[in-house]
T-cell receptor
Framework: SQTIHQWPATLVQPVGSPLSLECTVE??????LYWYRQAAGRGLQLLFY??????ISSEVPQNLSASRPQDRQFILSSKKLLLSDSGFYLC???????????FGEGSRLTVL | LAKTTQPISMDSYEGQEVNITCSHN???????ITWYQQFPSQGPRFIIQ???TKVTNEVASLFIPADRKSSTLSLPRVSLSDTAVYYC??????????????FGKGTKLSVIP
């Protein structure tokens, strides 16, 4: 069966510090991978998606970046965090044939 | 990208049937309609998916009219544990073989005892 893991689960970082959130998928190959962000009390915003190693598409211009160094690994990064980067970050993958998304447990980031 | 419009919130009493309608006027031929449920501090989880007419599973039904410009999620006999945010998504197929799935703001369903 397929599983998706995200870490860390919670993170408190000062403004201007770097960020690295990791996501890995097991039990499938060549998944589409996604990073979403959910600000407090709001819906999910698609940040990045990837269809393969090294292939990243950005949906929203910002100070975040994503990388896919391996087929089942997706990393969200920032060189300098802003207060507005606080939120709940979700990694997801989906099957090629349908739109069904499978989400990780999420990473809650608080920037102080 | 096909955009979706849903009510921001709905209230229902326990035991009632709840219908949440989603509008997606720009739905494309290859698009599927998918509904997700999200509890606080959790990732959304898949509820049901359809292309046209009616789809039913063990937790919900999805009604899609012939023009596919809207869809209705039906939750039979809701309980307090159904209190959550419900998202309607319309899946797009891109040339790269991926889906750009955009979540709207969802509908916050509150079930009242």
């Amino acid at each position: 069966s397929q599983t998706i893991h995200q870490w860390p689960a919670t993170l408190v970082q000062p403004v201007g510090s770097p960020l690295s959130l990791e996501c890995t998928v097991e039990g499938t190959s060549n998944p589409n991978l996604y990073w979403y962000r959910q600000a407090a009390g709001r819906g999910l915003q698609l940040l990045f998606y990837s269809v393969g190693i090294g292939q990243i598409s950005s949906e929203v211009p910002q100070n975040l970046s994503a990388s896919r160094p391996q087929d089942r690994q997706f990393i969200l990064s920032s060189k300098k965090l802003l207060l507005s980067d606080s939120g709940f970050y979700l990694c997801a993958w989906n099957r090629y044939s349908t739109g069904e998304l499978f989400f990780g447990e999420g990473s809650r980031l608080t920037v102080l | 990208l096909a955009k979706t419009t849903q009510p921001i919130s709905m209230d229902s009493y326990e035991g009632q049937e709840v219908n949440i309608t989603c509008s997606h006027n720009n739905i494309a031929t290859n698009d599927y309609i998918t509904w997700y449920q999200q509890f606080p501090s959790q990732g959304p989880r898949f509820i049901i998916q359809g292309y046209k007419t009616k789809v039913t599973n063990e937790v919900a039904s999805l009604f899609i009219p012939a023009d596919r410009k809207s869809s209705t999620l039906s939750l039979p006999r809701v309980s307090l544990s159904d209190t959550a945010v419900y998202y309607c998504l319309v899946g797009e197929y891109s040339g790269a073989g991926s889906y750009q799935l955009t979540f709207g703001k969802g509908t916050k369903l509150s079930v009242i005892p």
